[in-house]
């Protein structure tokens, strides 16, 4: 129970009258430890591609990544995660080139461990979308996502990705069950201390499609991700989704999109006591960042933004905005 005094007694405005007071009272502290920052690697070499979906976020070569990774390095982000921009000749209906051990993904993962050691961490997303020719995160069989058979291929895009030296694996594909089977092929192969971050509430969201447009997906989905991703009308399924995948041996889980589904953070932290991660999606940094050029909001409206996920629970929060404001976070 909350036992407050009573005005003129009690002035809560004390605590706010100075800088030093407020900071010292602060509850819910940003840092850069954090931070998450996403990289859309492409194919070619000495390219840096704008992306016209996203302002002021760009798709790299492989060869062109330290240009990112120095300043993240320097600014001591714990993690990146990389994205790729496939080439549409290679895309087909199994997503066969998730398994291309010189896929960008895989060229990306030697290039960093090569250059950077372990002085940053390396998360790698788990799913089909970027590699498929309709879109979709599994394999599609008449208009159905078979939920088994893309399991497969995930076990196999795992074991890849932990071979080329990625720390942690990230399943964002939602079929059910890979979580388990991909921890368990994961030992198998000698690969214990590799993490899994499993998003493990991932919801069907309108908030995605900047990212669909930065990996080149967006014109080739056939229908919606209904079927797997979940219903955001809902909060106690998302629970249950949390409470398998922690079963099946998640270190890590994932909400995702970010704002619009703080209960769903805080509800899951609370319930479970495991390390959160939020994703502030490419249409929540798209909607800020148009805000901010177009001056009806400013630069403190990413902050706020990426501590209400720190209020509500989060442990750390992928974001667009991470190299943007590590910087500032650090004075």
Same mark, same amino acid.
């Not at 900071?23 to 992306?51: A, T």
């Given at each position: 129970?909350?036992?407050?005094?009573?005005?003129?007694?009690?002035?809560?405005?004390?605590?706010?009258?100075?800088?030093?007071?407020?900071?010292?009272?602060?509850?819910?502290?940003?840092?850069?430890?954090?931070?998450?920052?996403?990289?859309?690697?492409?194919?070619?070499?000495?390219?840096?591609?704008?992306?016209?979906?996203?302002?002021?976020?760009?798709?790299?070569?492989?060869?062109?990544?330290?240009?990112?990774?120095?300043?993240?390095?320097?600014?001591?982000?714990?993690?990146?995660?990389?994205?790729?921009?496939?080439?549409?000749?290679?895309?087909?209906?199994?997503?066969?080139?998730?398994?291309?051990?010189?896929?960008?993904?895989?060229?990306?993962?030697?290039?960093?461990?090569?250059?950077?050691?372990?002085?940053?961490?390396?998360?790698?997303?788990?799913?089909?979308?970027?590699?498929?020719?309709?879109?979709?995160?599994?394999?599609?069989?008449?208009?159905?996502?078979?939920?088994?058979?893309?399991?497969?291929?995930?076990?196999?895009?795992?074991?890849?990705?932990?071979?080329?030296?990625?720390?942690?694996?990230?399943? @964002?594909?939602?079929?059910? #069950?890979?979580?388990?089977? +991909?921890?368990?092929?994961? !030992? %198998?192969?000698?690969?214990?201390?590799? &993490?899994?971050?499993?998003?493990?509430?991932?919801?069907?969201?309108?908030?995605?499609?900047?990212?669909?447009?930065?990996?080149?997906?967006?014109?080739?989905?056939?229908?919606?991700?209904?079927?797997?991703?979940?219903?955001?009308?809902?909060?106690?399924?998302?629970?249950?989704?949390?409470?398998?995948?922690?079963?099946?041996?998640?270190?890590?889980?994932?909400?995702?999109?970010?704002?619009?589904?703080?209960?769903?953070?805080?509800?899951?932290?609370?319930?479970?006591?495991?390390?959160?991660?939020?994703?502030?999606?490419?249409?929540?940094?798209?909607?800020?960042?148009?805000?901010?050029?177009?001056?009806?909001?400013?630069?403190?409206?990413?902050?706020?933004?990426?501590? @209400?996920?720190?209020?509500? #629970?989060?442990?750390?929060? +992928?974001?667009?905005?991470? !190299? %943007?404001?590590?910087?500032?976070?650090? &004075?």
């Amino acid at each position: 129970m909350i036992i407050t005094g009573k005005y003129p007694g009690l002035r809560l405005r004390r605590n706010r009258k100075s800088d030093w007071t407020r900071r010292l009272v602060q509850e819910n502290h940003l840092s850069v430890n954090d931070l998450v920052l996403p990289i859309f690697v492409m194919d070619g070499s000495n390219k840096k591609e704008s992306i016209p979906s996203m302002p002021d976020i760009y798709r790299y070569s492989v060869d062109k990544i330290p240009t990112i990774l120095d300043n993240a390095v320097k600014s001591k982000i714990p993690m990146v995660a990389l994205f790729p921009y496939t080439k549409s000749n290679l895309k087909n209906n199994s997503g066969c080139e998730a398994l291309n051990e010189n896929n960008l993904v895989c060229r990306s993962i030697r290039l960093i461990k090569k250059n950077y050691k372990n002085k940053i961490g390396i998360m790698c997303d788990v799913a089909l979308d970027p590699y498929t020719s309709h879109g979709h995160d599994g394999i599609l069989s008449r208009g159905k996502i078979l939920n088994d058979e893309t399991i497969e291929i995930l076990i196999k895009q795992s074991i890849l990705q932990s071979e080329m030296g990625c720390d942690v694996i990230a399943p @964002s594909d939602m079929m059910d #069950g890979r979580i388990g089977k +991909i921890r368990k092929a994961l !030992d %198998k192969k000698k690969f214990q201390d590799v &993490q899994i971050l499993s998003y493990a509430a991932k919801y069907a969201s309108s908030f995605y499609g900047p990212f669909r447009n930065a990996v080149g997906s967006n014109n080739l989905l056939k229908g919606d991700k209904k079927t797997y991703q979940m219903d955001f009308s809902n909060n106690q399924e998302a629970l249950r989704e949390i409470a398998l995948d922690i079963k099946e041996g998640a270190d890590m889980v994932m909400v995702k999109p970010g704002m619009p589904y703080l209960d769903i953070i805080k509800s899951v932290k609370e319930n479970f006591k495991i390390p959160v991660l939020a994703y502030q999606v490419s249409g929540e940094y798209s909607l800020i960042k148009n805000g901010i050029n177009k001056k009806i909001i400013n630069d403190n409206s990413i902050i706020e933004s990426l501590t @209400s996920f720190k209020r509500a #629970g989060a442990s750390a929060i +992928i974001t667009y905005f991470a !190299d %943007k404001i590590a910087k500032k976070l650090r &004075q």
